[in-house]
């Protein structure tokens, strides 16, 4: 069980279209480590009828044992982040008051089920997708499958500690601050918040994001392997003629990125969380690895990364009405008693106060630390640096220490395409990512650098969580 559980998800569609192994059998397999593992974890929260899944599995085997054409992820088990609709499921975004059975799917679940997917359910984000823990009133808080003391983060992570316990090969995801890479930095597995507008944001249970926030957030994949955020990708990316901010551009291929010509910049401090000594070891190491096939590579960090935090969580998330339109918006929704992590974000919300002017200059200011991004890329073609300045974090943490997202807030004001892949280990078991970055619409070479990464170090291992049935 623990094998089929534990494959790479390319590997996995591979075995299944070839006959090596049964969809069947590979859903069984998912479907018997969620109920190992998932009451430890508390990750998956809406679980799609099993019969069904199997059915659905059953389905797949019939079409290719008549040699009907397959999909590219065909028998593929796989979760969806709960802030997306997926149909005949009961979608929250981690709050009772949204929680409603969902008639149709967000554009990249629908991508998904089309390319043969097979959806177990929805997993654990924090009450509205603010914050970074997964924890809600609804359902409770998420644990790290290396340490069930400790976070795997937020807003993803109740995809992310599945897929790292081998509970499905790939989900879907959202971020909009670090939201997909910080939840993989603290779970050992890959990630990648893709160039903004790769990836249509249409069926979400938010309403879309709409409007300000619409430029700071993306869909992306999460799995154990690199090569299987390609695949995610490849299936899920290109417009639906509903998000205004998806576009046609080519995706290109990992394969044929040449690393030994691609010229490299690193960086440790970016003057807002420096990493730890652990930390800094392994991105240290990363960018030496790199190093030995690239072009080059330089130690350099762009100027603006000291006003990251204050651009995108302090103007655009916070607010500077003091968080009266954010109240205005729970108590239109009915929500009178909120979870931890939105409670300290309305704690944060009610301090920053700023004039419409003031609001536009801010505005004008994330502009020029998008060209000021640009012209650094001019030299590069690649950053390498910290995901999170320390492995995952003991629980309740979340958003009082917001600062730590600063290393991955930077590419949802710039837009970049940014992979996370683990590439070592804490003294205390826990795994330690780093965040790989190409200029705009390259995801091919963030991903073609970071599956060299994992090639070089090793990239996902199974977690020590003991359970019924095994590790």
């Known amino acids: 069980m623990n094998d089929l559980c534990h494959m790479p998800a390319h590997e996995l569609v591979h075995s299944m279209s070839s006959g090596a192994v049964s969809c069947r059998e590979v859903m069984h397999a998912h479907l018997r ?43 593929l ?50 009450e509205l ?21 400790r976070t795997p983060g937020g807003s993803s992570g109740g995809s992310a500690a599945l897929v790292a316990a081998g509970g499905a090969a790939l989900s879907v995801g959202t971020d909009e ?51 299987d955020l390609f695949l995610g990708l490849s299936i899920m990316g290109g417009p639906d003629l509903l998000d205004p901010y998806a576009v046609p551009a080519p995706l290109g291929d990992p394969d044929e990125i040449d690393v030994r010509a691609l010229r490299v910049a690193t960086y440790l401090d970016d003057g807002i969380s420096a ?11 990363a960018a030496e690895a790199i190093g030995e096939v690239a072009a080059a590579v330089r130690h350099a960090a762009p100027a603006c990364l000291g006003r990251t935090v204050e651009l995108l969580w302090t103007s655009v998330f916070l607010g500077g009405d003091r968080g009266r339109g954010f109240e205005a918006d729970l108590r239109a929704l009915g929500v009178t008693d909120p ?24 505005l004008v200011d994330i502009d020029r630390y998008r060209i ?21 974090k003991p629980h309740r943490h979340g958003l009082i220490e917001v600062g730590d997202f600063s290393h991955l807030m930077v590419h949802n004001l710039t837009g970049f395409p940014a992979a996370v892949v683990r590439c070592g280990t804490s003294a205390d078991g826990l795994p330690i990512g780093v965040q790989v970055v190409a200029r705009p619409w390259q ?7 970071a599956g060299h990464l994992e090639r070089v170090f090793g990239g996902w291992r199974p977690p020590p969580l003991v359970v019924n049935g095994g590790p």
């Not at 979870?339 to 801010?362: D, N, P, V, W, Y």
């Open 33 to 75: 480590r969620i109920e190992a593992v998932n009451p430890a974890l508390n990750a998956l929260v809406e679980a799609a009828d099993p019969e069904q899944c199997l059915k659905l599995a059953a389905q797949a085997d019939e079409r290719a044992a008549h040699g009907d054409p397959l999909g590219a992820a065909h028998g």
């Open 77 to 126: 088990p796989v979760v969806i982040k709960d802030v997306m609709r997926v149909a005949g499921l009961a979608s929250s975004g981690g709050s009772r008051a949204l929680r409603a059975v969902a008639d149709v799917d967000a554009t990249a679940v629908a991508r998904l089920r089309a390319a043969g997917a097979i959806v177990l359910g929805l997993t654990n984000v924090p």
């Open 129 to 149: 997708g603010r914050g970074g823990e997964s924890n809600n009133n609804l359902y409770g808080r998420t644990n790290n499958p290396y340490d069930l003391s």
């Open 177 to 227: 601050g670090g939201s997909i890479r910080q939840p993989c930095h603290n779970t050992g597995i890959a990630g990648l918040k893709p160039s903004r507008g790769r990836i249509p944001r249409t069926g979400n249970v938010f309403g879309d994001t709409p409007g300000i926030f619409g430029p700071f957030c993306n869909y992306g994949p999460l799995a154990r392997s690199v090569p």
């Open 275 to 285: 990493p730890s000594d652990e930390v800094g070891a392994v991105v240290t190491a």
């Open 339 to 362: 979870s931890e992590e939105l409670a300290e974000f309305l704690t944060q919300a009610r301090k920053i106060e700023f004039s419409l002017t003031e609001a536009r200059s801010r």
């Open 372 to 392: 000021e991004m640009l012209s650094f890329m001019a030299d590069y073609d690649v950053i390498v640096c910290p995901a999170m300045p320390t492995p995952a």
């Open 443 to 449: 995801d091919a070479t963030a991903i073609a650098v």
